[in-house]
């Protein structure tokens, strides 16, 4: 089992920044694969940006690409995502998750075995 706790989203305006964080518990995180994902009012959850057990390998959506960095720190059991000259349209409740995959099938939800409760992110216009 592992235990997913994220943190760092609040209410921003437009061209602002936030970091979120993701702390993992109860088994040894560089095992797993994490990615960050989100989901916006009527709308499906999608994956933002995934990371590699080592950190070598990074992916990002289409829409966040250049602007959102993901980084992990095997050492502390933490995952981020640096976000960066933020839209309205990123608004949403955002998600840490963990898998065990062994490819590198990021935006596949249904790989992930472990999620968090989800931290809101609200942009400002």
């Known amino acids: ?7 760092g989203g609040g209410l921003v305006q437009a ?23 989100r989901q916006a009012p009527g709308k499906e959850r999608e994956c ?7 950190g070598a390998n990074t992916f990002y959506g289409d829409s966040v ?7 992990r720190d095997n050492a502390k059991n933490t995952v981020y995502l640096q976000m960066n000259s933020l839209k309205p349209e990123d608004t949403a409740l955002y998600y840490c998750a963990a898998s065990l995959m062994l490819n590198s099938r ?9 999620w968090g409760q989800g931290t809101q992110v609200t942009v400002s216009s």
């Open 48 to 54: 933002v940006a995934g990371i590699s057990r080592s």
């Open 65 to 71: 690409k250049g602007r959102f960095t993901i980084s």
């Open 15 to 37: 061209g602002g920044s936030l970091r979120l964080s993701c702390a993992a518990s109860g088994r040894t995180f560089s095992n797993y694969v994490m990615g960050w994902f």
């Open 106 to 114: 990021w935006t596949e939800r249904r790989l992930y075995d472990y």
């Open 1 to 7: 089992q592992v235990q997913l706790v994220e943190s």
